[in-house]
């Protein structure tokens, strides 16, 4: 069965640079949500997108930005990177007319800000 | 954590033994979910249990929910060497969709 894919799986970038994370949801799915998970701690929610219009916000920082298209692959947008922002960032999809709220998880983007 | 707390931080076992994990919340929640991530990679979806659920199983796993409590608890029967993860809760909050997850439990099965 498709899975959630993500691009890059890697990423390294240099403090105020930016960078570009991108998410293709499983086929059908309606929903896209963007976690961050910092070294040795959960995940934190970032945003969703329903139907390609916002649907939710988290705790993303304002040099974050993120949308979904019409095909509803989404990106993550992050510009003037800071060392902190060094983190798995996952995306998850989900049909939210299915059976409940199960997210299905993308394998992450590792992004190393040096 | 934002939403609460795994009991316990880590924990080590033998192979064949149970495991059970808890997990503490703070809020009204529409259903709790458990994850699975091995290290440094995605998370599994392993169970969810809605609200006006007490119990459910799933193959080797069995959850249980107390609203009242505002707890859950993870039980792994028969551990494999295989389930050495992270095991994270994650509630949808009432009125909401997004995943709040708890601080994770990690769980060592030694063979």
């Known amino acids: 069965a498709a899975g959630v894919i993500q691009s890059p799986r890697h990423l390294i970038k240099e403090k105020r640079e930016t960078a570009t994370l991108k998410c293709y949801p499983i086929?059908?799915?309606?929903?896209v949500y963007w976690y961050q998970q910092g070294p040795g701690q959960d995940p934190q929610f970032l945003i969703s997108?329903?139907?390609?219009?916002?649907?939710d916000k988290g705790s993303i920082p304002d040099r974050f930005s993120a949308q979904q298209f019409s095909d509803y692959h989404s990106e993550l947008n992050m510009s003037s990177l800071e060392l902190g922002d060094s983190a798995l960032y996952f995306c998850?999809?989900?049909?939210?007319?299915?059976?409940?709220?199960?997210?299905?998880f993308g394998p992450g983007t590792r992004l190393t800000v040096t | 954590s934002q939403q609460g707390e795994e009991d316990p931080q880590a924990l080590s076992i033998q192979e064949g033994e149970n495991a059970t994990m808890n997990c503490s919340y703070k809020?009204?929640?529409?259903?709790l979910q458990w994850y699975r991530q091995n290290s440094g990679r995605g998370l599994v979806h392993l169970i969810l249990?809605?609200?006006?659920?007490r119990e459910k199983h799933s193959g080797r796993l069995r959850v249980t929910l107390d609203t009242s409590k505002k707890s859950s608890s993870l039980l792994i029967t028969a551990s494999r060497a295989a389930d050495t993860a992270s095991y994270f809760c994650?509630?949808?909050?009432?009125?909401?969709?997004?995943?709040?997850f708890g601080s994770g439990t990690r769980l060592q099965v030694q063979p």
């Open positions: 998850a999809s989900s049909l939210i007319g299915g059976l409940g709220y199960e997210q299905y």
């Open positions: 086929p059908r799915h309606d929903t």
């Open positions: 997108f329903y139907e390609k219009m916002q649907s």
């Open positions: 809020t009204s929640i529409n259903n």
């Open positions: 249990i809605r609200s006006n659920e």
């Open positions: 994650a509630t949808v909050i009432t009125g909401r969709r997004a995943l709040t």
